[in-house]
């Protein structure tokens, strides 16, 4: 109910504040499990998917969203409640397979869940490759994945900045992928080539440069560099 209140009161809103132009409303099901994978260019990103999806969506947000003290906490916590925000602690390993854990439990009540494959926000405007969190949900869950292409939200709050300033915002839903194909969620190689499909689905619809590497920050130690050469790929 809080969710479908902030969509009826802050969507006119935003609409009218980003200049917004939604296509393929159509293609995302009006009920039942569905996961939207969105390419990631701001922070402002989930706010849009939320208010212009056709239906109310979930995502995961970092915990610290939810735990500010004073007035300002107050109004954090309220505000990312009420557009279906559910707070996570941001991280690798367990903390990752936590919040896919969460992501789950939601698709499993019937919700429509969004994520951003590439994991962060880009940086440079390419689109990066996708980590497996998309496909594991998918193929666990037996449930379609919307792609999603955002354009001008990066102008709307570009990274490093904390205002919002008026730009055009172009959301697109493509069509829904049926990933079971690929085979199971245990198998890294289906999990592998369902993301690229997913990924090669937004870069079709975003016509973003592909980066063709993972969008992470330098590694800080050297054993972050080993950690990274060996382990399984992300899972968020």
Known sequence: MLKQVSRLTLGPLARGLFRAKIVGRRNVPKTGPVILASNHLSFIDSVVITLFAPRPVSF???????????????????????????????????????????????????????????????????????????????????????????????????????????????????EPLDLSRHGKADSGRARRHATDEVMDAIAALSGQQRAGEYNEPPAATFAEKVRRTFRGRGEL
Request: avoid cysteine.
């Open 60 to 174: 995961l947000a970092k915990d610290s969203y939810f735990t500010g003290t004073g007035i300002t906490g107050f109004l954090s916590r309220h505000f990312f409640r009420s557009i279906g925000a559910i707070p996570v602690t941001r991280g690798v390993g367990q903390a990752a397979q936590d919040a896919l854990d969460a992501g789950l439990n939601l698709l499993h009540e019937g919700e429509a869940f969004a994520i951003y494959p590439e994991g962060t926000r880009s940086r440079d405007g390419r689109l990066y490759r996708g980590k497996t969190g998309v496909a594991w949900l998918a193929l666990n869950a037996g449930v379609p994945v919307i792609p999603v292409a955002l354009t001008g939200t990066d102008k709307v709050q570009p990274i490093g900045t904390k205002g919002i300033r008026p730009a055009k915002v172009t959301i697109q839903f493509g």
